[in-house]
């Protein structure tokens, strides 16, 4: 029976016999470090510590009633190497500033794999947290602001992911960094519940594959979300709103699911590039400059059940052919002017999403200002008449003649410096 007992409390592993050790303001944090034995936890009591740290062990660092780490603008301020390490509720700031060396505040080096980073603060670091190589990584509910007061070309990323595999990025707040979330040749992650602004990117994905981007807020930055180079992403439930720029960016994409999304009051709501085999449905686009940018080849798409409400151009399109959205279900297009006699709910006649006079005004803007005169509004009749004077467009065969996003209203009288 005893060795029975022995035997399951060693399949259980060396947490039961882990040891807490307690530091406290003058003593030596690293020193700590060093004598805790792998899976030991080193609780740190409020207080000031100047330190660059380096964790070679599987340990938790814990934070005591919210202690201040600072790398005294320096190297990173806690460098880890060792798998399965636990870093929480910790103030953690003042790494170096060399964007050749990619100083951050939390630096996990290749092997950290199983990191758990949660509930920090990591504030005024170059990168706030760099994760290159390490896999099934944490970063849960921390808060994370850069270099406020210097460009943003001179600042890093708030969360920089590299190479890694099945990172789960969950409940996070980033503001005043490069971008709020660089991802770069990673896959299987889930980024969910994060509140991205003030920055250049919300998020900046490159070569990353099979992600799930979902429940996010990514707003007043100059672009929302960015995905570029990319297949098997599924991003829903968003709301990309008040960016200067764009608030999704599609670009080299396919194989993807865009859905259930609001991107409200952005220079360009959607920026589509070169996409192919891509389902974009059941968003709400509204309030926007552009509602949707659309170009280089972007075909073969599956673009139903969205709302197009009140942008202020709905589609810009350059192409040489018709490119039909709709075929399924339809959209709702604010600005369509046709009827629907049979009372079905869809448009007798296709909606058309340019004409030659839209095409005029973004040659030359100016013609803005006549819009309204009898002359270009003949020109415009005339264009619907005459189909040789036809530009080549977004046509929807079966536009819906009422909205059905629920939030449309919300968004419609919500203003871009309100969440």
Do not use: C
Request: hydrophobic share 35%.
């Amino acid at each position: 029976m005893a060795f029975a007992v022995t035997a399951a409390l060693a399949l259980l592993g060396n947490p039961l016999w882990a040891a807490t050790v307690q530091v406290r303001p003058g003593q030596d944090l690293q020193a700590a470090i060093i004598a805790a034995a792998p899976g030991d936890v080193v609780e740190v009591q409020r207080g000031f510590y100047r330190v660059n740290l380096r964790i070679d062990k599987a340990l938790t660092l814990r934070g005591v009633d919210r202690p201040t780490l600072s790398g005294g603008q320096t190297g990173d301020t806690i460098r880890v190497t060792a798998p399965d390490v636990v870093i929480e509720g910790l103030i953690v700031r003042d790494s170096g500033t060399s964007l050749k060396d990619q100083n951050a505040g939390i630096y996990l080096y290749p092997g950290a794999h199983r990191a758990v980073v949660r509930h920090n603060d990591l504030t005024y670091n170059l990168f706030g947290l760099w994760i290159e190589k390490a896999n099934d990584v944490q970063v849960l509910s921390n808060i994370i602001t850069g270099l406020r007061d210097v460009n943003s070309s001179q600042r890093g990323n708030g969360v920089q992911l590299y190479n890694t595999k099945g990172a789960r990025i969950e409940g996070n707040h980033i503001s005043f960094v490069r971008d709020a979330l660089y991802v770069d040749v990673s896959h299987h992650a889930v980024f969910r519940g994060n509140r991205l602004h003030h920055s250049r990117y919300g998020t900046h994905y490159m070569n990353s594959y099979y992600n799930l981007w979902e429940d996010n807020d990514t707003y007043l930055n100059r672009g929302g979300l960015a995905l570029m180079e990319v297949r098997d992403q599924v991003v829903r439930n968003n709301r990309a709103w008040g960016n200067s720029d764009h608030g999704i960016m599609l670009r080299t994409m396919q194989d993807s699911v865009i859905e259930n999304n609001v991107v409200a009051d952005n220079g360009r709501g959607f920026f589509i590039y070169d996409v192919e085999y891509v389902k974009l449905r059941n968003n709400l686009v509204t309030g926007n400059s552009v509602g949707v940018h659309l170009s280089a080849g972007s075909t073969r798409n599956e673009v139903e059940g969205n709302d197009f409400v009140g942008n202020r151009e709905q589609v810009r399109y350059v192409g040489a052919r018709d490119e039909r959205w709709g075929t399924q279900s339809g959209n709702y297009w604010s600005n369509y002017l046709g009827w629907d006699r049979d009372g079905n709910g869809v448009g007798d006649v296709p909606y058309e999403a340019n004409d030659m006079v839209d095409r005029l005004t973004w040659r030359h803007p100016t013609i803005k200002l006549l819009l309204a005169s009898p002359a270009v509004q003949a020109l415009r009749l005339v264009g619907q008449q005459f189909p040789v004077l036809r530009v080549p467009t977004v046509v929807d065969p079966k536009p819906r003649m009422q909205p059905s996003n629920p939030q449309r209203s919300h968004w419609r009288d919500t203003q871009p410096s309100k969440p």
